[in-house]
């Protein structure tokens, strides 16, 4: 299950209550719901080359975090930045630079931070695996950083997931620059635009460009046995993440 746990456009204002908490780890252990993923606002950006936004961001990763781990998140999943027109190289430096402020001052804490490939739209970093080598080489591959990988990002940014031969090359690539182990998330999601386009509109599974036969190869391909699906896939009527969870299943091959 992946949520939020604050106003993802908003920057933060107060703490979750102590007895909402309590309440929701009650729940959650009653329900049996594994793993927990959290998806960070959209108002931090570990790239950004203004300080206060820099300051903002590592000051609020950090209380997410805490507060990601009372509710016992098991993974943060965030977004790698926007380098905002500065170049991608230093765009990387800072977000290393964020991390490494971040990771430090929380070293007790057991919950991961994920990465999300990005469709490459504007200035944003982490839509090509060259991008996740110099981010994690420069912090040494800590145990806590992951990546998370969305598959209509993937598409967009000019991955051929909906081949089998295009899904062997980006698993070559993510090899070449963390270890597909790294890999601890998969946001399901098919796409309404080109591959290489950096665009980034999510369709229901099987209804897009990597179609059902693209994501038949995905989720039932070995490297990913283990790995969590968390579908983010459009809401127009009730019963659609029903439907999209249906089609998965239907291309599952337990
Ligand atoms: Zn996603």
Redesign the pocket.
Known sequence: MQVFIRNPRKFRRGSLKKEDITVFNKKLKQSGISPLII?SSYTLNLATPKKFLHWITVKEFIADLVEAEKIHADYF?VHVGCHKGTTEEKGLNRVVKALKKILKETPELKINVLL?NTAGMGTSLGHTFSHYRVIFEALAFPDRLGV?L?T??AFSAGYTINTPEGIEKLLAEVNDSVGVKRIKVI?L?DTADECGSHKDR?VHIGQGNIGEAGFSCLINHASFADVPL?L?TPKNEDDDDKMNLETVKKLYIS
């Open positions: 998806h999943v999300e998370c969305d209509a990002h946001h999601n999510h968390i983010e």
